[in-house]
């Protein structure tokens, strides 16, 4: 699977234009992401907007070297930023070029498109990523056999109820591709289904 970049910016823009088409109060829903509200999202995926390597590396180095720690403290801090200044950040043409630390083109898409969902999955809305790129994702995700997430597929087939997109023998999970690819990355869905860990 190759050139999988050029997906990145209509994930992000398709996501700025739903919320700033949404009313005020969305961007304090919640999301798939425990204890994260709309805005929180959105100002984790922003990062590489905001943040030059050496103010990355100041911020890693204060949460202690542990990435989670300084995902949750700049998204805390950075959720307070006008919407207008979060929508610019993600229509930047930095965060739509933007790839992880070893990552990839993988890792860009799959954080554009998981998080993304995280937000319209739980707002019920359809997803914003192109639908290639969704299933691009699921591919990758299930690709790992389940790995990247901690997720169990033992004895589990995947089938997307939007596209004829399926993996796996043994009991049936039965959703969109978009609420398949939440399911891999570890999140309970509105209806209260996830997948096993490992």
């Given at each position: 699977?190759?050139?999988?970049?050029?997906?990145?910016?209509?994930?992000?823009?398709?996501?700025?234009?739903l919320?700033a088409?949404?009313?005020?109060?969305?961007?304090?829903?919640?999301?798939?992401?425990?204890?994260?509200?709309v805005?929180?999202?959105?100002?984790?995926?922003?990062?590489?907007?905001?943040?030059?390597?050496?103010?990355?590396?100041?911020?890693?180095?204060?949460?202690g070297?542990d990435?989670?720690?300084?995902?949750?403290t700049?998204?805390?801090?950075?959720?307070?930023?006008?919407?207008?200044d979060?929508?610019?950040?993600?229509?930047?043409?930095?965060?739509?070029?933007?790839?992880?630390?070893?990552?990839?083109?993988?890792?860009?898409?799959?954080?554009?498109?998981?998080?993304?969902?995280?937000?319209?999955?739980?707002?019920?809305?359809?997803?914003?990523?192109?639908?290639?790129?969704?299933?691009?994702?699921?591919?990758?995700?299930?690709?790992?056999?389940?790995?990247w997430?901690?997720?169990?597929?033992?004895?589990?087939?995947?089938?997307?109820?939007?596209?004829?997109?399926?993996?796996?023998?043994?009991?049936?999970?039965?959703?969109?591709?978009?609420?398949?690819?939440a399911?891999?990355?570890?999140?309970?869905?509105?209806?209260?289904?996830?997948l096993?860990?490992?």
């Amino acid at each position: 699977m190759t050139d999988l970049q050029p997906w990145v910016a209509p994930t992000f823009a398709g996501l700025a234009d739903l919320l700033a088409s949404t009313p005020a109060e969305t961007w304090d829903a919640p999301t798939l992401c425990e204890g994260w509200q709309v805005r929180h999202v959105v100002a984790h995926v922003a990062m590489p907007v905001r943040l030059t390597p050496e103010t990355f590396g100041a911020e890693m180095a204060a949460a202690g070297g542990d990435f989670g720690v300084l995902s949750n403290t700049v998204a805390a801090r950075d959720a307070s930023l006008p919407a207008a200044d979060q929508l610019d950040a993600l229509r930047s043409p930095t965060l739509h070029a933007w790839q992880p630390p070893g990552g990839g083109e993988v890792g860009a898409l799959t954080h554009a498109v998981i998080h993304s969902l995280d937000v319209t999955v739980a707002l019920d809305r359809p997803a914003v990523a192109p639908a290639d790129a969704v299933i691009a994702v699921l591919d990758q995700l299930t690709g790992a056999d389940g790995a990247w997430f901690g997720i169990d597929l033992t004895g589990v087939r995947l089938e997307a109820t939007d596209t004829d997109w399926s993996w796996g023998t043994g009991d049936v999970v039965r959703a969109d591709s978009g609420q398949l690819v939440a399911l891999l990355s570890g999140r309970t869905l509105p209806d209260g289904r996830s997948l096993p860990r490992r």
